[in-house]
């Protein structure tokens, strides 16, 4: 085991786990608003604007976030009129590329779980603020969505910590987050194993803070 290279790869590891948290913030950020969203219109009396949302859902949940990233990256790219658009100022960088595939990704699941949370809320509820005379609209946004929002964050906590992980899957497109430059230290001293402790330790310690943050807000936001 050579731990001198481990107490230098420690340096490079932990400024990459900086892309790493970049990319994990915005596709989350953009992820949460896009499941709001959905799970809004899968919520919706409307059967074609449910199942269109389903749809969504169904197809990013089904596939591997890896395919995603290679046809937005890649297949996209291969489209000769989005070429000559405005859009290709956005879609021939890898780290754009990245952040769409997985706020679309994790917009799924969000969707689904916010879904569920919308249809857990107790009839009762709505219908006392129908009853204070409270517009529709008030009640969806000062009433569901927060209720919503707390009684979702354990499932969410843990699509948080898959979503981290997933972040891994950008060095496939060249981008050089943890594992981007794990691969590169290893490329070049042939030591995968000490290399990919540290960078395994370096994930575990941010899957570590994350899941006490989650603990935290449910344990603040909790029904009493």
């Known amino acids: 085991m050579d731990f001198d290279l481990m107490i230098d790869s420690f340096p490079k590891l932990l400024n990459a786990a900086v892309v790493t948290l970049k990319l994990l913030s915005v596709s989350l950020i ?33 596939t591997p976030l890896l395919v995603q990233i290679f046809i937005i990256y890649f297949g996209l790219g291969q489209i000769e009129y989005l070429r000559s658009t405005f859009l290709w100022v956005i879609l021939k960088e890898p ?3 990245a952040i769409i595939a997985f706020s679309l990704n994790t917009g799924a699941y969000t969707s689904e779980i916010l879904r569920s949370a ?33 009684q979702s964050l354990p499932a969410y906590g843990n699509e948080i910590i898959l979503m981290m992980k997933g972040t891994s899957l950008a060095s496939t497109v060249t981008l050089m987050d943890l594992t981007g430059v794990a691969k590169y230290i290893i490329s070049t001293t042939f030591k995968p194993i000490e290399v990919f402790i540290v960078a395994g330790g370096i994930y575990l310690f941010m899957t570590f803070i994350i899941h006490n943050l989650i603990k935290f807000l449910e344990k603040k936001y909790s029904f009493n």
């Open 95 to 97: 780290y754009w590329c």
């Open 30 to 62: 953009v992820g949460l608003f896009i499941g709001l969203l959905f799970a809004t219109l899968r919520i919706n009396k409307n059967i074609f604007i449910n199942k269109f949302a389903y749809g969504y859902s169904y197809i990013f949940r089904g």
């Open 118 to 150: 919308f249809q857990t809320i107790k009839p009762g509820i709505i219908e006392a603020g129908k009853s204070l005379g409270i517009s529709n609209k008030i009640i969806f946004y000062k009433i569901q969505i927060p209720i919503a929002i707390r």
